[in-house]
């Protein structure tokens, strides 16, 4: 196959995958919101995040995680262009952020069959900082791919982190936000 295909394949799956990651936190911190919910809506609506996360996890999610391995595979060792991307110090690292992908999803899975199984371990504050690692994770990867090697590896990482204290900053604005917004309802 050609490897404007493959990759073009790679990137459709990497794409869904990335969704799936975003939307299943999301689902989580809604989750664990319903557990304040008076008893019957807290059941409904836990049962329906279940569900829903049941299928966005195992419909999409995983199957998305494991066709971009796949992909990627192939792209690297199936093609002139992937061995010779293997020999450059940029997609090392690109590696490196891509099996913290891949360690993320595991932990998200963990928290997934926590959930599954009634187990609420975190708050929804860190489940918010949580899904945001994702997005920490796609910058990285996605700047990478973009500049290979012409970008100096000190200002990406210090840019990187910039983003990462912004990112962090916005929560805390956010979570302020609605805090005020809940004692205006209650």
Same mark, same amino acid.
């Given at each position: 196959? @050609?490897?404007?295909? &493959? ?7 990497? #794409?869904?995958?990335?969704? !799936?990651?975003?939307?299943?936190? /999301? ?24 569900? $829903? =996360?049941? /299928? ?7 199957? =998305? ?12 060792? !199936?093609?002139?262009? !992937?061995? %010779?991307?293997?020999? %450059? ?14 360690? +993320? ?16 371990? +975190?708050? %929804? ?7 945001? #690692? ?12 973009? &500049? ?5 590896? #000190?200002?990406?990482?210090? !840019?990187?982190?910039?983003? %990462?204290?912004? &990112?962090? $900053? ?7 936000? /609605? ?6 309802? @209650?």
């Amino acid at each position: 196959m @050609d490897y404007f295909y &493959l990759k073009a394949l790679h990137i459709i799956f990497v #794409v869904t995958w990335f969704a !799936g990651l975003f939307y299943i936190v /999301r689902l989580f911190v809604y989750h664990v919101e319903a557990e304040g919910e008076e008893e019957n809506a807290k059941v409904v609506l836990q049962k329906q995040y279940k569900l $829903m =996360s049941k /299928r966005l996890w195992y419909g999409i999610t995983w199957p =998305s995680a494991i066709i971009t391995a796949i992909f990627a595979f192939w792209l690297l060792f !199936g093609t002139e262009v !992937g061995k %010779s991307y293997l020999l %450059s110090p940029w997609m090392h690292i690109k590696l490196t952020f891509v099996v913290a992908l891949y360690v +993320y999803h595991f932990l998200c899975h963990r928290i997934f069959v926590q959930l599954q199984n009634n187990q609420i371990k +975190y708050s %929804s504050f860190k489940l918010r900082i949580w899904n945001e #690692v994702a997005t920490v994770l796609l910058f990285a990867i996605v700047f990478l791919v973009v &500049l290979k090697n012409n970008i100096g590896w #000190v200002w990406g990482v210090v !840019g990187l982190l910039l983003f %990462s204290v912004l &990112l962090m $900053m916005g929560i805390k604005i956010y979570k302020k936000k /609605r805090e005020k917004t809940q004692e205006k309802i @209650d």
